[in-house]
């Protein structure tokens, strides 16, 4: 008896549920197909209705209003003049009623980030932006903040101005207060005009609105894009929630049956051992998911728009653009649905966990400088994981500055300066720029990207380390970087703390490699003290001799011999003698005839490097001195992340 009253409150649940889930979609789906207009806005049909319509016409949750014949959408308290309805591409195009005319204003009401996107009628994919309105007590000269011409307190004390793109709370200066926000089209251009930003507000902003979707939502389910084609399908999945109550009515089931049948508890022990085993797992697998889950939404006002797997497959046209190989994972082109080029890193390494992973989101997401690469996006779900940059058309810098035998370096020495300067001052930002010092960990050629111009720009955050400015080191569990590159109280503490030199040291290595256009440590160097570039640099700057330049002018020598000589500083086998990346962008800026020669940097001569010819033609470098295995690190020029 007791078996058949469970069997039959089993069954009773289950139609319950059910009925739940499409009693409301399919109420919903009978709305009668009406037709209304309003001024330009003609066939005003489903799933739109207007205020006054009779009860059965369109859906009442996407609901117009018609005022002084002009078609009205009221979305989030803010009030938007409707300038078209696409019924083929499910899409609706509003402009905020104060910017309708192109004049300068504020908006009619504060929209925000989260409001747009967790609004369940319009789950649109379209790529936005958002304008941002402060009022200022003081002139602000920040090249990201565009003056209100027409707005201003008395006496010109208070000063009205917008951001385009770019603006977060946490970055709001202390003589400004927050206004309001909007959306608005998406602009390629960084940091437009006032009036370019007027132009895009008036032009207003795209939300797809997808009845399918919503329902879906509202029966506690997961929508997602099916095809990634214009207009967009969707198809609905059962939540995890679902699944969730599903697993305990089940685990019920199994409790009530082993009171039932606690006679025989001896034949059933097994089964709900593995059952019990088998619901810890999947527990404990849900736990590292609502975990990343859990931290994602502690940091979600710091993190860049987040897209899901299926998106990133029908961006990167399943995978189809290998762009190259990281320690990481792998690099593929893509490209958004606005024809905007992106790099999509695909992380593949399981041993890289979830607090490397919001590491690497959130200290990129907060990073806006021209000589850093922009993060755009990125893609958490389940164990996929994905990072979304601004594609660099240009590779990266170790593509173009290691000499081919015969060419010469592909870059002019005027380029080169301008692409050590740049990539020094975009280190120098993430040691002071930002709330926290960033520490990079791993900066070498094949982490500065070029951009369509060759703007150097670092990259590649997934070693990186953060910690308050006020502290003069940093603990480390253990040597990370790149072998060749790595600073020398990474390998051991008898050198020093690790601290934001160890970035200098890096940045030293890579500009001596910059100027010599190749590899420090070259074991079929022609002679035997070039084999290590540092040493044999050092050794004829010191000697008052040249750097063995053909066909360069005086100007062009001074630029070698500067790049060289701040390289010998920032390579100091003590941190403590190096100088700060504040310092090295000043001396790169100096004249050459203001630089000292430093101290040499190495503790002994590289001069007893033996050479081993191997059987396979390959060179070893056999070194006796901590520093030089250090410098060489491997008996080959393959450099390898550690």
Same mark, same amino acid.
């Given at each position: 008896?007791? %078996?058949?009253?469970?069997?039959?409150?089993?069954?009773?649940?289950?139609?319950?549920?059910? *009925?739940?889930?499409?009693?409301?979609?399919?109420?919903?789906?009978?709305?009668?197909?009406?037709?209304? =207009?309003?001024?330009? /806005?003609r066939?005003? =049909?489903?799933?739109?209705?207007? %205020?006054?319509?009779?009860?059965?016409?369109?859906?009442?949750?996407?609901?117009?209003?018609?005022?002084?014949?002009?078609?009205?959408? &009221?979305?989030?308290?803010?009030?938007?003049?409707?300038?078209?309805?696409?019924?083929?591409?499910?899409?609706i195009?509003?402009?905020?009623?104060?910017?309708?005319n192109?004049?300068?204003?504020?908006?009619?009401?504060?929209?925000?980030? !989260?409001?747009?996107?967790?609004?369940?009628?319009?789950?649109g994919?379209?790529?936005?932006?958002?304008a941002?309105f402060?009022?200022? =007590?003081?002139?602000?000269?920040?090249?990201a903040?565009?003056?209100?011409?027409?707005?201003?307190?008395?006496?010109?004390?208070?000063?009205?101005?917008?951001?385009?793109?770019?603006f977060?709370?946490?970055?709001?200066?202390?003589v400004?207060?927050?206004?309001?926000?909007?959306?608005?089209a998406?602009s390629?251009?960084?940091?437009?005009?006032?009036?370019?930003?007027?132009?895009?507000?008036?032009?207003?902003?795209?939300?797809?609105?997808?009845v399918?979707?919503?329902?879906?939502?509202?029966?506690?389910?997961t929508?997602?894009?099916?095809?990634?084609?214009?207009?967009?399908?969707?198809?609905?999945s059962?939540?995890?929630s679902?699944?969730?109550?599903?697993?305990?009515?089940?685990?019920?089931?199994?409790?009530?049956?082993?009171?039932?049948?606690?006679?025989?508890?001896?034949?059933?022990?097994?089964?709900?051992?593995?059952f019990?085993?088998?619901?810890?797992?999947?527990?404990?697998?849900?736990?590292?998911?609502?975990?990343?889950?859990?931290?994602?939404?502690?940091?979600?006002?710091?993190?860049?728009k987040?897209?899901?797997?299926?998106?990133?497959?029908?961006?990167?046209?399943h995978?189809?653009?290998?762009?190259?190989?990281?320690?990481?994972?792998?690099?593929?082109?893509?490209?958004?649905?606005?024809? *905007?080029?992106i790099a999509?890193?695909?992380?593949?390494?399981?041993?890289?966990?979830?607090?490397?992973?919001?590491?690497?989101? $959130?200290? /990129?997401?907060?990073i806006?400088?021209?000589?850093?690469?922009?993060?755009?996006?990125?893609?958490s !779900?389940?164990?996929?994981?994905?990072?979304?940059?601004?594609?660099?058309?240009?590779?990266?810098?170790d593509?173009?500055?290691?000499?081919?035998?015969?060419?010469?370096?592909?870059?002019?020495?005027?380029?080169?300066?301008?692409?050590?300067l740049?990539?020094?001052?975009?280190?120098?930002?993430?040691?002071?720029?930002?709330?926290?010092?960033?520490?990079?960990?791993?900066?070498?050629?094949?982490?500065?990207?070029?951009?369509? =111009?060759?703007?150097?720009?670092?990259?590649?955050?997934?070693?990186?380390?953060?910690?308050?400015?006020?502290?003069?080191?940093?603990?480390?569990?253990c040597?990370?970087g790149?072998?060749?590159?790595?600073?020398?109280?990474?390998?051991s503490?008898?050198?020093?703390?690790?601290?934001?030199?160890?970035?200098?040291?890096?940045?030293?290595?890579?500009?001596? &490699?910059i100027?010599?256009?190749?590899?420090?440590v070259d074991?079929?160097?022609?002679?035997?003290?070039?084999?290590?570039?540092?040493?044999?640099?050092?050794?004829?700057?010191?000697?008052?001799?040249?750097? !063995?330049?053909e066909?360069?002018?005086?100007?062009?020598?001074e630029?070698?011999?500067?790049?060289?000589?701040?390289?010998?500083?920032c /390579?100091?086998?003590?941190?403590?003698?190096?100088?700060?990346?504040?310092k090295?962008?000043?001396?790169?800026?100096?004249?050459?005839?203001?630089?000292?020669?430093?101290?040499?940097?190495?503790? $002994?001569s590289?001069?007893?490097?033996?050479?081993?010819?191997?059987?396979?033609?390959?060179t &070893?470098?056999?070194?006796?001195s901590?520093?030089e295995?250090?410098?060489?690190?491997?008996?080959?020029?393959h450099?390898?992340?550690?």
């Amino acid at each position: 008896m007791r %078996k058949e009253i469970l069997s039959t409150n089993l069954l009773a649940f289950f139609a319950l549920l059910i *009925f739940s889930f499409t009693g409301e979609i399919e109420t919903r789906s009978l709305q009668q197909i009406c037709s209304s =207009s309003c001024g330009s /806005i003609r066939n005003i =049909s489903y799933p739109f209705r207007l %205020k006054g319509d009779p009860p059965s016409c369109g859906d009442s949750d996407y609901e117009l209003a018609c005022e002084n014949n002009v078609t009205i959408l &009221e979305f989030h308290s803010g009030k938007y003049y409707v300038k078209q309805i696409s019924y083929e591409m499910r899409t609706i195009r509003v402009v905020d009623v104060n910017f309708s005319n192109g004049t300068c204003n504020l908006p009619y009401k504060s929209v925000s980030f !989260e409001e747009v996107e967790g609004d369940i009628r319009y789950q649109g994919r379209f790529l936005q932006t958002y304008a941002s309105f402060m009022n200022c =007590s003081t002139i602000i000269s920040d090249p990201a903040y565009r003056r209100l011409p027409c707005l201003g307190g008395n006496g010109n004390t208070t000063h009205f101005y917008v951001i385009y793109n770019s603006f977060r709370l946490s970055d709001l200066p202390s003589v400004c207060d927050f206004v309001s926000t909007t959306p608005l089209a998406f602009s390629n251009v960084r940091h437009p005009s006032y009036e370019a930003i007027l132009s895009l507000l008036e032009s207003g902003f795209v939300l797809e609105w997808s009845v399918e979707c919503r329902d879906c939502l509202l029966s506690n389910s997961t929508c997602a894009i099916s095809t990634y084609e214009l207009p967009f399908n969707y198809h609905c999945s059962k939540s995890d929630s679902v699944v969730l109550i599903v697993t305990q009515v089940f685990f019920s089931f199994a409790v009530s049956i082993l009171i039932v049948f606690g006679l025989i508890a001896r034949f059933i022990i097994a089964p709900i051992v593995i059952f019990v085993f088998l619901i810890h797992k999947f527990q404990k697998e849900r736990k590292v998911v609502d975990n990343v889950e859990k931290i994602l939404r502690n940091h979600q006002s710091l993190m860049p728009k987040r897209y899901s797997y299926t998106e990133v497959i029908a961006m990167t046209n399943h995978f189809r653009d290998k762009l190259g190989q990281g320690g990481f994972g792998s690099v593929y082109r893509g490209q958004l649905p606005g024809g *905007f080029l992106i790099a999509v890193k695909m992380l593949e390494n399981t041993k890289f966990s979830a607090d490397e992973f919001i590491n690497e989101v $959130s200290t /990129i997401g907060r990073i806006h400088h021209v000589n850093v690469v922009e993060l755009l996006g990125f893609c958490s !779900e389940g164990s996929k994981r994905a990072l979304v940059f601004e594609y660099m058309p240009n590779g990266s810098l170790d593509r173009h500055i290691y000499s081919k035998k015969g060419k010469g370096q592909s870059f002019s020495w005027e380029k080169l300066f301008e692409i050590a300067l740049g990539t020094a001052r975009g280190i120098e930002y993430l040691h002071n720029g930002c709330d926290v010092c960033i520490l990079h960990f791993d900066i070498k050629p094949g982490n500065i990207l070029l951009d369509h =111009s060759f703007t150097p720009k670092v990259a590649d955050f997934g070693l990186a380390k953060f910690y308050p400015k006020e502290f003069d080191f940093v603990s480390v569990s253990c040597t990370r970087g790149t072998i060749g590159y790595i600073a020398p109280e990474l390998v051991s503490r008898n050198f020093g703390s690790v601290s934001s030199k160890s970035d200098v040291y890096s940045f030293g290595m890579l500009l001596l &490699e910059i100027a010599g256009g190749r590899k420090n440590v070259d074991a079929k160097a022609e002679r035997s003290s070039q084999v290590y570039f540092p040493s044999w640099v050092y050794d004829n700057l010191d000697g008052g001799g040249g750097l !063995e330049l053909e066909n360069v002018t005086e100007i062009e020598i001074e630029t070698a011999r500067k790049l060289c000589v701040v390289g010998l500083w920032c /390579i100091q086998m003590k941190p403590s003698d190096r100088p700060s990346m504040i310092k090295v962008v000043e001396m790169l800026e100096a004249n050459i005839d203001d630089l000292k020669m430093p101290p040499r940097p190495f503790s $002994s001569s590289p001069q007893h490097v033996a050479l081993k010819e191997q059987s396979d033609s390959s060179t &070893e470098i056999i070194s006796e001195s901590m520093e030089e295995r250090l410098y060489y690190g491997a008996s080959s020029s393959h450099q390898s992340n550690v």
